[in-house]
């Protein structure tokens, strides 16, 4: 994805028409959205992810004024009755309204910048404006042209953000076998050779949103980070996604071993979630050896993509992302589902006789998911060091304190 100046980005950002599909539509040209899980009509296409957001340190009086006024909207519509598919951009649209909110701190930042006893502040508010941007994003959809320019500012913003943290920071370009891919590094010190972990996230969230855990919980353990969009998302948005899920991750490893002197080559992790999961497998499988440890987090790697029942669990999103990244549409689900098994990696063969001897944790929880049991069992079954943690929470916002909190002293010890 081209980088150009937030001044142009501005202009192109703000203009008053569309010509690309409402958000909901693409890659899901269903006339009627399914209705939630408990039968009532659907009232928003995206999921309000309020824990999640409020643990990434959003204001959430700030996000529910937003929701307000996106719900309020008398705006047109495409779908009658979901609120959040306001097709101009403009007041009520989804994009318009966080990116207006991202906007805002964007320009405080901007404003004290300059000031040395401020720049704590001013971080904090170019990090609020990245994270705007990226729920301006979200779902982050191939072919989302309102949504592509606020992932742009997310880029610039991030940029920004890391420039005020203490270390080192570069944004990376390296090649792989599908493309020239992009990757953000951070390390607490580049003229020390430091352990790292790299992120294998998924089709939720950007690699612009795991600077928290790298903040507080990498940097004080003097623990280096590398993060990246998955295939077909980010800035890797350009990337075809393919059976070999892990072709980017693969490719930024060889190139953290050639290019980076400050990673210690002997001391590199992986954290992966969901998705992410399926692509830590293949980088497992072809690049044991570089691999000192890994976290796999609630994986996805077989059930989901070969039993229809279960697929039937999969959310709107979830179905209009898998569709987006395999350019095809979820109103054709029954035809999606016999595809969607070239990601699986028992049907692809990757962990057949792959037995490893390195720490591997496994983390589960007990709240409802498309990620199963059986394939926590199968990825930790490469291994003789797996260990297998099953956590409990009342809400997701402590769930997601708890895992940050179990893997950060997992690793600590292991890297």
């Avoid at 899901?28 to 009532?40: A, F, I, K, M, Q």
């Avoid at 309020?50 to 996106?70: C, F, N, P, T």
């Avoid at 042209?145 to 944004?171: P, Q, R, T, V, W």
């Avoid at 999606?336 to 028992?346: A, E, G, N, T, Y």
Wanted: with cysteine.
């Amino acid at each position: 994805m081209t980088e150009i100046s937030s001044e142009n980005l501005s202009e192109v950002l703000f203009k008053p028409h569309r010509s690309s599909l409402e958000t909901s539509f693409i890659s899901n040209s269903v006339e009627e959205l399914l209705p939630n899980r408990d039968g009532t009509p659907r009232r928003w296409f995206r999921e309000l992810h309020r824990d999640y957001w409020s643990w990434m340190g959003l204001d959430i009086l700030e996000i529910q004024k937003a929701l307000a006024d996106i719900s309020g909207s008398e705006n047109k519509r495409t779908r009658e009755g979901v609120l959040d598919t306001v097709y101009e951009y403009g007041p009520g649209n989804w994009v318009y309204e966080f990116s207006m909110l991202a906007e805002k701190h964007s320009s405080y930042a901007k404003s004290i910048e300059e000031d040395p006893v401020k720049k704590e502040e001013a971080f904090k508010h170019f990090r609020l404006a990245y994270l705007c941007y990226a729920m301006a994003s979200y779902p982050h959809l191939q072919g989302d042209e309102m949504a592509n320019h606020a992932l742009l500012m997310n880029h610039l913003n991030y940029k920004k953000a890391a420039s005020y943290l203490s270390g080192h920071f570069e944004i990376i370009k390296f090649k792989s076998e599908a493309g020239e891919g992009t990757a953000y590094v951070h390390t607490p010190d580049r003229f020390k050779c430091l352990p790292c972990v790299i992120i294998c996230g998924n089709y939720i969230n950007l690699a612009t949103e795991y600077l928290r855990f790298y903040r507080e919980n990498l940097f004080p353990n003097g623990i280096a980070m590398i993060t990246l969009d998955l295939p077909g998302m980010g800035m890797n948005t350009g990337i075809t996604l393919s059976a070999n899920t892990g072709v980017l991750h693969e490719a930024v490893l060889d190139y953290v071993k050639e290019k980076l002197p400050y990673i210690d080559r002997s001391r590199i992790g992986i954290v992966a979630q969901r998705f992410g999961c399926n692509c830590a497998a293949h980088l497992l499988a072809t690049h044991s050896s570089d691999i000192k440890a890994a976290c796999m987090i609630a994986p996805i790697v077989n059930d989901v993509l070969v039993d229809p029942e279960l697929l039937k669990l999969a959310s709107l999103i979830q179905r209009a992302s898998m569709c987006n990244r395999m350019g095809t549409d979820a109103a054709e689900w029954e035809q999606l589902i016999p595809r969607l098994q070239i990601f699986s990696v028992k049907r692809q063969g990757l962990l057949s006789g792959l037995k490893l001897s390195k720490p591997l944790l496994v983390v589960t929880s007990d709240r409802k998911s498309i990620s199963t049991i059986g394939d926590a069992k199968l990825i930790g079954s490469i291994s003789d060091k797996t260990e297998f943690m099953e956590l409990k929470a009342a809400t997701a916002f402590e769930l997601f304190t708890k895992v940050i909190d179990q893997i950060t002293d997992w690793l600590k010890e292991r890297l």
